[in-house]
């Protein structure tokens, strides 16, 4: 008997009308479910499975396992926890209903991806649940946390659900109270401590191909005293961190896993007058990350109505004059989703690629009509660029005790019965409808976009190429960029310590990956293409795909030699010593805020560097040679 026949005869207890329904969702979800092939990678905007297949992920999240308790009060007892939530830091609703039941609930929901929160502490904890946490799933008494973690993602992926892991909290504590411990990644744990939880994850589910992406963590954002940055290199970097983690984690423990990167959630002191700010992924824009592996990259921002661009989203104490996102208009609100997040996917050509935003608002209740007004219009926004999501929160609880409407999935404690989205009392139906059928207009398999990556030389080495990472340091003591393998240099910044690769156009890497390194003139042929300047040309038929600088000068350049000979026409010398030098349309984007920077043709490649070392000079990249 089919899996969704066993479905049909399971709902033929309610109504006729709620009977034909769920046959409907339950048979589309099912065949959903089924219908992809792991892993998944990025092409372009798109996630896409391992036939090349749009995987539009169609999230939601199932939190508790990272904790529900306020912070104050006898952490057994319900009144202490979140709306009376009390998930005993499980996935919440194993109390009350069945596995089986939640997962047929998800998928009516029609959505193919979990998002699985967990705290580090979650993953420490050997003492076993106690009964009564997991009352309507005798199959998980006696289990750790971690145990009873392990059963609910395999039952989601034996169901064919996607599953992200979530590295939500630290400490073991709802999300997201002031100086709470899980401010960042480091507030509770050190840098080490936190990479370490993660290998040990990833490598723990590795074998189940359904477990998709690795979510760093959630909504990185001020303490008391100190603000999370991208980019200044100090304790607090969310981008230094992300991306350092994030490379590890690719080559130590999973290279077929998706890195997924929150933007950062808040800076600044929340009272008027004083600077504050919700970044999300506005720094992308100059500063985004490159990974050994280059398809694995998957961006996120979190959006709610009561939260603004410049509100942190409180009442009273930290609450400011600023706007919340549903006091703007629909095109406002476009506007500035935009600019802080859909840009990402919206962007051709740029260095930065393939969003997904988190959002919800209140189902039942006494709802605000602005709030209303902003879920309809998020929604909107959603189905207007056809983006991924995921909403928060799948499971809640209703009852005498419990009166949270944000699940999409609810179950009364006192008597067990489901209230769910299609049961009846929940207005967001018809507009989730909308969301979740939305019928993609992209053609499948998706089309190989061109690829555009940034190196970033502003901490030390940034070799992304696998395979010469494996042979070791070409310029021992000196700083170096190398692209990702299969991409080759093309741009580079008049600071040195900033460029852009890419895999435009086909050049192709001869058979063993040879490569010279060039640290004279000793190739410089057909002329002299930048007089005056000191030249590091590559043999012919190589081209650049990596640099190494002391202080600002160039000290060599990597060449790959290439696999058929390469023309030297082209558009020759481009000078970038004294204003920007790149091709209409800023292909690859700005890579170098704020700084000069030569970039070749999409169709050429960069046969040199030139610099000078001229006194006031640096030696610092000045210009490029760049031929096809």
Not at 292 to 308: D, E, I, P, Q, R
Not at 508 to 531: C, H, L, M, R
């Amino acid at each position: 008997m089919s899996r969704c026949f066993l479905r049909i005869l399971r709902t033929s207890i309610y109504t006729q009308a709620f009977f034909l329904v769920s046959i409907l969702f339950v048979c589309q979800a099912n065949a959903a479910l089924s219908d992809w092939t792991p892993p998944l990678s990025t092409r372009g905007r798109y996630v896409v499975d391992a036939n090349g297949v749009r995987f539009k992920l169609k999230a939601g999240n199932w939190h508790g396992a990272s904790g529900t308790y306020t912070g104050s009060g006898d952490i057994n007892l319900d009144p202490s926890h979140h709306s009376n939530e009390n998930s005993h830091t499980l996935p919440l609703g194993l109390q009350y209903a069945s596995i089986d039941a939640i997962l047929d609930g998800l998928e009516s929901l029609r959505i193919n991806t979990i998002r699985l929160p967990f705290s580090n502490e979650m993953i420490h904890d050997t003492t076993p649940v106690q009964d009564s946490w997991v009352a309507a799933n005798s199959q998980l008494k006696g289990l750790t946390p971690l145990q009873v973690y392990d059963a609910v993602i395999k039952a989601l992926t034996d169901r064919g659900f996607a599953v992200i892991l979530n590295n939500h909290t630290n400490k073991s504590l709802w999300c997201c109270g002031a100086n709470d411990g899980n401010d960042r990644w480091n507030k509770s744990q050190s840098d080490d401590v936190w990479a370490a939880d993660w290998l040990f994850m990833v490598s723990r589910y590795r074998s189940n191909g359904r477990v998709i992406g690795a979510d760093l963590y959630n909504e990185v954002r001020r303490d008391l005293l100190d603000d999370p940055n991208w980019g200044l290199a100090d304790a607090h970097d969310w981008y230094k961190a992300s991306q350092w983690l994030g490379d590890r984690i690719l080559v130590e423990a999973n290279p077929d896993i998706l890195i997924i990167i929150e933007g950062i959630n808040w800076t600044g002191i929340p009272v008027d007058g004083f600077a504050h700010h919700r970044p999300t992924l506005e720094p992308v824009r100059d500063l985004s990350h490159t990974f050994v592996v280059t398809n694995k990259l998957v961006y996120s921002a979190h959006f709610y109505a009561y939260t603004g661009p410049n509100h942190s989203g409180a009442t009273g104490i930290g609450e400011t004059s600023d706007l919340r996102y549903r006091d703007y208009s629909k095109p406002d609100l476009f506007q500035i989703m935009t600019d802080q997040a859909g840009y990402v996917a919206l962007d051709a050509d740029k260095h930065y690629t393939a969003p997904i935003s988190e959002f919800g608002v209140e189902g039942r209740g006494d709802i605000l009509n602005a709030d209303e007004t902003w879920f309809n219009n998020m929604i909107s926004y959603l189905v207007t660029y056809d983006l991924d999501f995921a909403i928060w929160p799948l499971i809640g609880y209703l009852g005498p005790s419990n009166n949270n409407g944000w699940g999409l999935l609810n179950w009364d404690p006192t008597t067990g019965k489901r209230d769910g989205l299609y049961d009846g009392n929940d207005w967001r139906a018809g507009v989730w409808d909308s969301l979740v059928d939305l019928t993609s207009g992209q053609t499948s398999p998706v089309a190989t976009p061109t690829r555009w990556q940034m190196l970033n030389l502003d901490y030390g080495d940034f070799v992304q190429s696998k395979i010469q990472s494996a042979r070791g340091d070409w310029d021992s003591g000196a700083r170096k960029g190398m692209c990702p393998d299969g991409l080759r240099l093309i741009g580079i910044s008049a600071a040195s310590t900033r460029a852009l690769c890419t895999n435009s156009a086909t050049y192709a890497w001869a058979s063993g990956n040879p490569t010279t390194t060039v640290f004279n003139e000793n190739y410089v042929t057909n002329g002299d293409w930048a007089s005056g300047y000191t030249k590091y040309q590559c043999p012919s038929n190589s081209y650049v795909v990596g640099y190494a600088i002391r202080d600002a000068k160039v000290s060599t350049v990597l060449c790959a030699q290439s696999s058929y000979s390469l023309g030297t026409g082209g558009s020759g010398t481009k000078w970038f010593d004294k204003g920007d030098n790149r091709p209409a349309g800023e292909i690859g984007g700005d890579f170098h805020n704020g700084k000069y920077k030569g970039v070749c043709e999409k169709d050429e490649y960069i046969a040199g560097i030139a610099f000078t070392t001229r006194v006031g000079s640096n030696g610092a990249p000045a210009a490029i040679l760049c031929q096809k």
